[in-house]
């Protein structure tokens, strides 16, 4: 089976994310690929951080 090639996180999916208020199982698969990704960069990192935060302080709900 081959898993599904998610783009990195972008500004604009930050954005779509806060702005719905939820977090997706893609979201989800998107950042763990990102965090398994070696060259990831400190831009890349701050965003994660940024959702993360999001979920942390109850103004992201996760999806399952």
Do not use: C, W
């Amino acid at each position: 089976m081959q898993t599904q090639a998610f783009p990195f996180l972008n500004e604009q999916i930050v954005d779509r994310i806060f702005a719905s208020g939820e977090l997706t199982r893609d979201d989800r698969q998107r950042i763990k690929s990102m965090l398994l990704d070696e060259s990831i960069g400190e831009h890349e990192l701050s965003l994660i951080e940024k959702v993360i935060e999001g979920v942390v302080k109850g103004i992201l709900d996760v999806l399952y």
